[in-house]
């Protein structure tokens, strides 16, 4: 008698569980019930959702994640989707996704001031170098997250503090080094400035020059910004054999 009555306590606590697992499931499925979201499966086991299927973006399969993490019921997330769409060469993907990002991050605060350098491995991306501000950085990220092509996405982008003085520096030294008449030419395209990257009051310059000369000319603008503590210039010459960081 009292294993039988164990034994229907036991199956009346499994239906509750069964009927939350099941909710769960639905609920997980009306999530990813976008068009975009139509070869993905879900599945969920123990409060586990496991995620399968493609997509055509990676943003969208990081969206598919967000969808499923809010489900009722969902402890964690076991993530599988895979990134199709055409095979794109990493030299072609790292071209597209630096004019990607120089050009989305024109509207926010002037190009010349990102550091961000972009590397690609078999269609993962490697985000790096320094961003001026938190909202340049997850507007890079963005940019990248909705490239075709790309299959994950590292971030590893420092962000440069905020603050008023080094917004003033940052200033002074795009307008010394731009307005410098042998310089300016940098400025036309976006892709190609020189970059000025502030932190703390030091000046890191990055990016490629044509010549020794302007290099060299963009360090001693940099040098003449007041309130700056140091200058390091990281700046290439094209073509040419790359020196070691100088004052």
Same mark, same amino acid.
């Given at each position: 008698?009292?294993?039988?009555?164990?034994?229907?306590?036991?199956?009346?606590?499994?239906?509750?569980?069964?009927?939350? #697992? @099941?909710?769960?499931?639905?609920?997980?499925?009306?999530?990813?019930?976008?068009?975009?979201?139509?070869?993905?499966?879900?599945?969920?086991? +123990?409060?586990?959702?496991?995620?399968?299927?493609?997509?055509?973006?990676?943003?969208?399969?990081?969206?598919?994640?967000?969808?499923?993490?809010?489900?009722?019921?969902?402890?964690?997330?076991?993530?599988?989707?895979?990134?199709?769409?055409?095979?794109?060469?990493?030299?072609?993907?790292?071209?597209?996704?630096? +004019?990607?990002?120089?050009?989305?991050?024109?509207?926010?605060?002037?190009?010349?001031? #990102?550091?961000?350098?972009?590397?690609?491995?078999?269609?993962?991306?490697?985000?790096?170098?320094?961003?001026?501000?938190?909202?340049?950085?997850?507007?890079?990220?963005?940019?990248?997250?909705?490239?075709?092509?790309?299959?994950?996405?590292?971030?590893?982008?420092?962000?440069?503090?905020?603050?008023?003085?080094?917004?003033?520096?940052?200033?002074?030294?795009?307008?010394?080094?731009?307005?410098?008449?042998?310089? @300016?030419?940098?400025?036309?395209?976006? #892709?190609?400035?020189?970059?000025? #990257?502030?932190?703390?009051?030091?000046?890191?310059?990055?990016?490629?020059?044509?010549?020794?000369?302007?290099?060299?000319?963009?360090?001693?603008?940099? @040098?003449?910004?007041?309130?700056?503590?140091?200058?390091? +210039?990281?700046?290439?010459?094209?073509?040419?054999? @790359?020196?070691?960081?100088?004052?």
């Amino acid at each position: 008698m009292k294993k039988t009555l164990l034994c229907i306590l036991a199956a009346a606590l499994a239906v509750p569980a069964a009927f939350a #697992q @099941n909710d769960a499931q639905s609920s997980a499925q009306k999530a990813l019930s976008a068009s975009r979201f139509k070869n993905v499966q879900v599945e969920v086991q +123990n409060g586990v959702a496991t995620l399968t299927g493609t997509v055509g973006l990676y943003s969208e399969k990081m969206n598919a994640e967000q969808k499923i993490r809010h489900v009722h019921g969902v402890q964690a997330i076991r993530d599988e989707i895979q990134v199709a769409g055409a095979e794109i060469s990493d030299q072609q993907l790292q071209a597209k996704l630096i +004019n990607t990002i120089s050009y989305s991050l024109l509207g926010y605060v002037p190009v010349a001031f #990102q550091a961000i350098s972009v590397e690609v491995h078999n269609g993962v991306v490697v985000l790096g170098g320094h961003a001026a501000g938190p909202i340049a950085a997850s507007d890079a990220v963005a940019a990248v997250q909705n490239t075709k092509g790309v299959k994950d996405v590292i971030d590893n982008i420092q962000v440069d503090p905020v603050s008023p003085m080094d917004n003033q520096i940052r200033i002074e030294a795009y307008r010394r080094i731009y307005g410098y008449p042998s310089l @300016n030419k940098y400025a036309i395209d976006p #892709q190609k400035p020189i970059r000025i #990257q502030v932190a703390n009051g030091h000046i890191t310059l990055y990016g490629t020059v044509d010549s020794e000369a302007d290099k060299n000319t963009a360090g001693i603008q940099a @040098n003449a910004v007041s309130g700056a503590f140091s200058v390091t +210039n990281n700046l290439q010459v094209a073509n040419g054999s @790359n020196e070691k960081p100088g004052k």
